[in-house]
Structures are given as structure tokens and as C-alpha cells.
């Protein structure tokens, strides 16, 4: 068995990873779009008829993390890096068209180890370990996605798989069909999503992981060989992505139809939005928690159902010279729930979803941004002529990780510094990876993650690719772990998705830094508290735009030396704190305006 799936796995990492320069020109499709923020997306391509054929993408926090497939009633409200509540609605249109083609399986069922409810956020037994992802917010409301309030160390049940056994006895979800109107809705033993993939089974004392969860990695691929190939970190909101695929060998040429499903939480419309999907609550709707939901899913996080994922589509040709196809408007739109008798139908598209990119930028049809007035999602084919004499980009030099500046955060970013290598035809992108794993191959290189972003957002890094050879790049990086050992391997890919070299850097992360909070000096004098909060705005704005940039964290170095001293003169004289509370009103109300 598992001979197939390496052998199963090493055809698609070859099939989708950029090629090597051979006498045979590689055929390149590119696609290109402009996502919102957070957007949860999946690419695959079909025949003219139909036929799914293969995925070509699909974001981390489904194909990696596990959100389509992990413990929790789907309905359980959301917040920032929750860890419960399957997703079964985030691509269904995805999910169900992979789960259909010929030869492929579905997953097996996660679900909670053994509490009272997969309604349930907070524990009733025995059944957690160390999440190093996850964590369960102590903020509500619609902010909560912004709101990074989770403890420091934070326990998830990681589930296990469900059993003929629960199926027999009808194990079941808490699910609303209507406010108010609770039923049980029995689960089988199949998930259409992949279990996640960042959890090995801890087995240390104090740890009481499933044995289940040391199976969850094989599970995903052995039902979907590709899986580690096609994930792909969350692109960052509002940044065009150009995406090459060298087209598989054992796709003639011909016509074929590209399709991008797009889905984020909170876009909420009057159709879609919290009045017609809340918070569930249980068959007499009581806040403090009932039989089917605890109190910390009736009263944290948010109601995270909005209008449902929107899906893409453009017909393209391979072979026959270069050919560019685009559309501006969305094919359909998925099932809100991913459930029931139409879970994996494409509705045509209707005033139910908002279509409007002036009033509602970024909302329902607009998540692919619209791009000069024309199209949201554009295919071009390369032509043949471009590869022919092409030459592969030479090997990336002087590749060095180093410790981020920032020591507060040095424990999960870091610094990437290279020299731009040549190329004939110019660099395309930079493709950047990290393992826990050495790295000395193609396929340890597609089994690494991609980078993500020195951002408490998991999203793509980007790699500037306009500069000269011989120039020294640095760019942050980020999602890492405290203490832990990585690989880093990065190469140049060209626009005929021809990589060069792959060059590894090892690099090991200082533990975290305990360090008093930096406070706002001046402004807790002014209102008396930590606690107001307006101090509360105020370092949401410190930390959000001025600590992401060099600019912005000169000018907090600056306030941080003179703000104690200033403070000091203050704090005892009401008439200064008054004037100084005067003078703050204005930035409080701009820092309050700029995070909605």
C-alpha cells in the first residue's frame, strides 16, 4: 500500500512541479487573479464534458490544516485561528467534483475523542495536547477574526476518526435547519476534506492525543497523492498572484476549462449574514449553554455565515500557439453548508450575491477583484516559440537565514537574505519552502510547506522579483515554531516554469522571549487604566500599522523613549490628563475608524 502512494505521489509531484530544461518545450499555463483577504480557495481543471481531472491548488487552511475536517459541529461559530467546527461549506463545489472523479475516495471523518457534543468548544474529558496553531479566541463579535487574544499555550482536542461503531449508534452534530429549529444530524464515516496535517500525535505525559492522530498525514495521502504538491499558503489580500503550471504529459493538447472557488468568511450581505445564520444555540435558544451546545460556543467567537464560496471558470486551449482567455464574471456560487441534497451543485449566479466592486469592494463576486473593468480571473498560454531555446535560471547565491530584529517575535519570523541568480528570460517568481525535514530532493522540496509571511496572518510570502542579478534581496519571513530546527529551500523559477537549483539553509529558532507588553505610557496616565478602552484601540493600531513597517516602528522606538517621562509629568494632575485625553480623542477616533 504505501509503495502506490509514493509512487502515486512522486507522478503528480512531477506532473505539477515547475519543469527542467529539456529538448522538449514545456507547455505553460498561467493564471493570474487578485484575492481578497483571507480567501480560502481551490483550482482544478476539467474536459469540455466535464471529467474532473486534477487539482491544481488548494489554500493551506483546507488542504493543511484540516478546517473542512476536524472535530466540531459545523455550524459552531468561528473566530481568529479557531480550532473546532468542520467546514464542510468552504469548497464544496471543489470537494464534491474530486470526491466524483473516476477512481477517487473520500477521507475518513474526524470528529471530538469523546465529549458530550460535537457542539461543545470546551473540554468535558481528558482529550488535549499542545496546539501549536489553534487556539480557542476569549473575544466575540465580528472583531473577534482580528482580535489575537488567544493564551500563550493553548490545548485542542485534536478528534479521532469516527468508528462503525459511532455510525451504529448514531452519532450525531447538533444542526440547525432554521434559528431555533435544532436537529440531529447523523455523520457517516467520510469527510470530502482532507484531516489536518500539522499534528503529529504527542505521546508525552500530560498529553492525551487520539493514536489516530499519528495516522492523519498518511490518511490525506493516500486518498489524494497530490495533496502536499498542490498546497499553497493563503495568498495576501489584495496583491495580484500569477500562478504557472507546466502542463501535465499525460494531457493531449486540446480544449479545457480552468475553475478558481473562492470562499471567505464574514462576507455578510442582506441575504447572507448573521440575522438569517446565528450563532446556534440549541432547540430553546438558551445563552448558558444546553444539550447539544456549551456555553463557550454559544458566547465566543462569531457567526462566521455569509454568502457562500463563488466559483470561476474560463475555457482555454493547450497547443495550437499561445492563447490568453479571462472572465469578469463568476460561473456560480456553492452551498453555504456543504450538506444536503444540493451540497455539491454550482447555483447560477443571482442577486443574492453581491456583484457591486464600488459600493461592496472584495464582497460575493468580487473576492477575485476586478481588474481594469475587464476580468477577475485571466489563462494565458504560453506559446511554444518563447521555451524552445530557453535556459534554466541559474542557482540562487549566498542563500542565509538570520534572527529577526524584533526579538519579541523572533521566535516564530526570521530573515531570508539571497543573491538574485541570472536568467535568460527573467526571474518569474521565487519559490520559497520549510521543513522540519532535511531537503535534498524534488519531492522533500514539494512536501515542505510554503513559506508564509512574517504577518500574525498566514499568507503567502512574496518575493520581489524586479531585481537586478547580482543584487542581495531580504525579505522577513514567518510561521514558525519556538526551538525548532528548520529547512529552508528556495529556488528560481522563469517564465516558461523552468526552475533552477534548489539551495537549502538550516536555521534554528531562539525560544520565546517573555517581555512585558510595551504599554502606551502617556495614554494609560491619561485615562487611569490599562484596562480603558481606548488604550485598547490604541495599541491595535501600534500593533497592526505601525510594527509591520520600518517606518512605523521607528516612530513607537521614539514614543517608547520619551513616553515614560512624559507619563510621569501626567499622572498626577487631573487637568493634564484632561487635556491630554482632549488631544488623544482624535487619534483614538482614527484608530478606531481605520479597523472598521
Known amino acids: 500500500m504505501m509503495r502506490r502512494i509514493l509512487l502515486a505521489s512522486l507522478a503528480c509531484l512531477a506532473a505539477l512541479a515547475p519543469s527542467v530544461a529539456d529538448a522538449q518545450p514545456p507547455r505553460v499555463v498561467e493564471i493570474q487573479y487578485v484575492p481578497v483577504q483571507r480567501a ?22 483546507t488542504a493543511y490544516r484540516g478546517i473542512g475536517n476536524r472535530p466540531g459541529a459545523s455550524q459552531m461559530n468561528s473566530g481568529f485561528r479557531w480550532p473546532y467546527g468542520r467546514r464542510e461549506g468552504v469548497l464544496p463545489v471543489w470537494a464534491h467534483r474530486r470526491a466524483a472523479a473516476e477512481g477517487a475516495e473520500r477521507f475518513r471523518r474526524v470528529i471530538f475523542q469523546n465529549r458530550r457534543s460535537e457542539g461543545d468548544a470546551s473540554r468535558s474529558s481528558a482529550d488535549y495536547s499542545e496546539d501549536s496553531y489553534f487556539c480557542l479566541s476569549f473575544r466575540s463579535g465580528d472583531e473577534g477574526i482580528d482580535a489575537v487574544s488567544c493564551a500563550s499555550t493553548f490545548n485542542s482536542d485534536k478528534g479521532r476518526f469516527v468508528t462503525e461503531q459511532d455510525v451504529t449508534r448514531g452519532y450525531f452534530e447538533p444542526y440547525e435547519l432554521a434559528p431555533g429549529e435544532t436537529i440531529e444530524r447523523e455523520l457517516d464515516l467520510w469527510s470530502l476534506y482532507p484531516p489536518r496535517r500539522d499534528a503529529l500525535r504527542c505521546t508525552s505525559a500530560g498529553c492525551y492525543d487520539h493514536p489516530d492522530v499519528a495516522t492523519f498525514v498518511d490518511e490525506a495521502r493516500r486518498v489524494m497523492p497530490e495533496i502536499d504538491a498542490v498546497t499553497m499558503a493563503t495568498p495576501p489580500g489584495e496583491t495580484p498572484q500569477r500562478m504557472m503550471v507546466t502542463w ?76 490568453r482567455q479571462q472572465t469578469a464574471e463568476p460561473e456560480g456560487y456553492g452551498s453555504l453548508s456543504g450538506i444536503g441534497d444540493d451540497a455539491g451543485e454550482m447555483h447560477t ?31 494565458t498560454v504560453t506559446g511554444p516559440e518563447v521555451c524552445e531555446e530557453n535556459v534554466a535560471p541559474e542557482e540562487i547565491g549566498s542563500l542565509e537565514i538570520t534572527q529577526y530584529e524584533e526579538r519579541r517575535d523572533a521566535h516564530r519570523y526570521a530573515q531570508l537574505a539571497f543573491e538574485v541568480p541570472g536568467d535568460d528570460l527573467g526571474i518569474a517568481e521565487y519559490q520559497v519552502r520549510v521543513a522540519t525535514h532535511a531537503i535534498a530532493s524534488e519531492e522533500d522540496f514539494q512536501r515542505a510547506l510554503p513559506a508564509n509571511a512574517a504577518s500574525l496572518d498566514s499568507v503567502a510570502l512574496m518575493v520581489p522579483t524586479n531585481r537586478a542579478t547580482g543584487e542581495t534581496v531580504e525579505v522577513d519571513f514567518g510561521g ?7 529547512w529552508v529551500a528556495m529556488r528560481a523559477v522563469d517564465a516558461c516554469n523552468v526552475a533552477g537549483p534548489i539551495v537549502v539553509a538550516e536555521y534554528t529558532t531562539p525560544p520565546v522571549q517573555f517581555t512585558t507588553v510595551s504599554p502606551c505610557f502617556v495614554a494609560t496616565a491619561a485615562y487611569g487604566s490599562p484596562l480603558a478602552e481606548e488604550i485598547g484601540a490604541l495599541r491595535r493600531f501600534r500593533d497592526r500599522h505601525l510594527r509591520t513597517n520600518a517606518i512605523g516602528r521607528a516612530l513607537v522606538a521614539a514614543y517608547e523613549a520619551v513616553g515614560p517621562t512624559l507619563a510621569g509629568a501626567i499622572r498626577d494632575d487631573e487637568d493634564a490628563r484632561s487635556v491630554v485625553r482632549t488631544l488623544l480623542s482624535p487619534i483614538v477616533a482614527l484608530a478606531r475608524w481605520i479597523d472598521g
Do not use: C, K
Open 480 to 486: 514558525l515554531a519556538p526551538e525548532t530546527h528548520y
Open 40 to 61: 480560502q480557495i481551490a483550482m482544478w481543471v476539467e474536459d469540455p464534458d466535464g471529467n474532473f481531472l486534477r487539482t491544481l491548488g488548494l489554500t493551506q487552511a
Open 248 to 323: 501535465p504529459a499525460e494531457l493531449p493538447d486540446g480544449e479545457y476549462r480552468l475553475f478558481v472557488e473562492v470562499n471567505t468568511e464574514l462576507d455578510y450581505n442582506a441575504e447572507w449574514g448573521p440575522d438569517e445564520y446565528p450563532t446556534p444555540l440549541g432547540p430553546d435558544n438558551e445563552p448558558f449553554g444546553d444539550e447539544y451546545w456549551d456555553w463557550w460556543a454559544e458566547n465566543n467567537g462569531f457567526p462566521y455565515r455569509g454568502q457562500p464560496s463563488v466559483v470561476y471558470a474560463v475555457s482555454f486551449r493547450v497547443g495550437g500557439g499561445a492563447d
Open 349 to 379: 449566479m443571482d442577486g443574492s450575491i453581491s456583484n457591486d466592486p464600488e459600493s461592496a469592494p472584495g464582497s460575493g463576486a468580487d473576492r477575485l477583484r476586478l481588474q481594469e473593468g475587464t476580468w477577475r480571473l485571466r489563462v
